[in-house]
């Protein structure tokens, strides 16, 4: 089974690349694609990835700016020559599902969240922008709400890191979604939960 894994872009690395590495840990050959990203960072996290950039990144100034093409990245991802995989999952939060499949193939989004800078969070997105951005935003979110919606219809199963994503999900997309939280280092939960209980009670007083 040839699988693919589709990020948004490798920037920094929180919450939604480590769970892309948990993924990668699952399907170690699987190949992976992103609109833009920083090899340094990934060679520290995951040395020897190769990850297979849309033309996003050959743009002037792609791979800082990229954000200011974000209404091409529909077109980008749609430009992608997936027929060769049979599973596809694609990782959510920015613009990544959008892919094209063969019939017979299947996709998955892991959803970290609904694109927030269009949709729930929008208005607050286009305050903290600045006129430019904040216009800018305006002029393209309606668009990329259809889209969004319209893509939707691609994947075939919906992951959600939480409830609160499920629901929202639901609220956008209109599908149903299971719920698989992010993996945990459980030795800091229990770091945190030391550190809590002491300065509830005090030292000595556990």
């Excluded at 990245?73 to 599973?87: I, R, T, V, W």
């Excluded at 904040?134 to 979110?141: A, C, D, N, Q, T």
Aim: glycine content about 6%.
């Amino acid at each position: 089974m040839r699988v693919a894994i589709i990020h948004y872009w490798f920037t920094t690395w929180r919450g939604g690349e480590r769970v892309f590495e948990e993924l990668l840990r699952l399907f170690p050959d699987a190949d992976v694609y992103a609109h833009v990203a920083d090899q340094k960072l990934i060679d520290s996290r995951v040395p020897g990835l190769q990850v297979r950039e849309t033309w996003i990144a050959k743009l002037p100034l792609g791979r800082k700016l990229f954000r200011l093409y974000l209404p091409l990245m529909p077109m980008a991802l749609e430009s992608l020559d997936l027929q060769a995989y049979d599973l596809i999952i694609s990782s959510e939060s920015g613009p990544t599902k959008g892919v094209i499949k063969r019939p017979d193939a299947l996709h998955i989004c892991y959803c970290h969240s609904p694109m927030r800078y269009i949709w729930d969070m929008s208005a607050q997105y286009r305050r903290n922008a600045g006129l430019l951005k904040g216009l800018f935003l305006s002029l393209i979110s309606t668009w990329m709400r259809v889209w969004d919606v319209t893509t939707s219809m691609r994947v075939d199963a919906f992951i959600a890191n939480s409830l609160f994503v499920s629901r929202r999900i639901s609220s956008y997309y209109g599908r149903g979604s299971t719920v698989i939280h992010p993996p945990v280092r459980m030795q800091s939960v229990r770091g945190l939960s030391q550190r809590d209980r002491s300065a509830r009670n005090g030292p000595g007083e556990e």
